[in-house]
């Protein structure tokens, strides 16, 4: 369970604080929290000389992704509530300014998500598609850092000759 919580605490933390948050580009906390939380698990279980496989990194992963994708989603949502202004027309007003000329479907996306916004103080839409594409994103690419790092521990436990890891 520690080794979830790691994912966990790295995956959130990572998405949650502004200036960690450049980490996430190309989803490198997520890569971290997948990495490190499993890189946590074999050093445990060489102590109780437990043999690690696949289906261990994929639930370490799976369960901490999931819980991460919830709690960032949640906070995201708690700043919304939190914040009067309206996110989505700062949004487009800000993208008004580098692109001269948003695509009218774009606009129209925009339009609709701001006018939730304006009539429930966020936007259900928004929050519900950034809780679903959380819940694929932060699993999968946590898997794929604990995959790295499970590749990393049985390349050193083969070169050391120590099979009890």
């Keep these: 369970m520690n080794a979830v919580l790691i994912c966990v605490l790295i995956i959130?933390?990572?998405?949650?604080?502004?200036?960690?948050n450049v980490i996430n580009f190309c989803c490198g906390g997520m890569l971290l929290g997948g990495f490190f939380s499993v890189n946590y698990y074999y050093k445990h279980s060489a102590k109780e000389n437990r043999q690690v496989n696949v289906k261990d990194v994929f639930m370490i992963t799976l369960l901490g992704g999931i819980l991460s994708a919830i709690i960032v989603s949640g906070i995201s949502l708690m700043t919304m509530f939190i914040n009067s202004e309206n996110q989505i027309t700062l949004?487009?007003?800000?993208?008004?300014?580098?692109?001269?000329?948003?695509?009218?479907?774009?606009?129209?996306?925009?339009?609709?998500?701001?006018?939730?916004?304006?009539?429930?103080?966020?936007?259900?839409?928004?929050?519900v598609t950034s809780l679903i594409v959380n819940l694929i994103m932060y699993p999968a690419f946590a898997f794929a850092g604990g995959l790295i790092s499970y590749g990393l521990n049985n390349r050193k436990r083969n070169q050391t000759g120590n099979s009890h890891i």
């Design 12 to 20: 959130s933390a990572v998405a949650i604080f502004p200036f960690i």
């Design 91 to 127: 949004m487009k007003n800000e993208l008004g300014e580098f692109i001269k000329s948003l695509p009218q479907e774009f606009t129209k996306i925009l339009d609709e998500l701001s006018s939730e916004f304006d009539k429930f103080g966020f936007s259900p839409t928004l929050a």
